[in-house]
């Protein structure tokens, strides 16, 4: 059952889009705008009490596959991230935090 909404901001639309992809996260939207798409999937677990730290982990990747471009050599496929998608992730996890 997906379910899609579709918001127009300036000259783009931006396209909301549920229930197709990420099935077994408790919640999942895939985002679109213009030739840029983002899937945001999310699982949660009941709350612990006395925890001392927010456990949320933030994982970044730009698939070169979705550009055109094979990578070769020794990290082919999904090797370390990359510096940049690591800072992405650092930009993303510490303002929620």
């Known amino acids: 059952m997906a379910e899609s909404v579709a918001i127009q901001i300036g000259d783009n639309e931006l396209t909301l889009e549920t229930g197709r992809l990420a099935r077994q996260a408790h919640g999942s939207i895939l985002a ?20 001392g730290f927010f456990p949320l982990t933030v994982e970044y990747r730009e698939r070169s596959s979705a550009a055109g471009k094979i990578p070769g050599g020794f990290f082919k496929r999904e090797g370390r991230p990359t510096a940049k998608e ?3 992730c650092r930009m993303i996890d510490r303002p929620i935090r």
């Open 32 to 51: 679109r705008s213009g030739q840029t798409v983002v899937l945001i999937a999310t699982c949660t677990a009941p709350a612990r009490e006395g925890l």
């Open 86 to 88: 690591i800072l992405t």
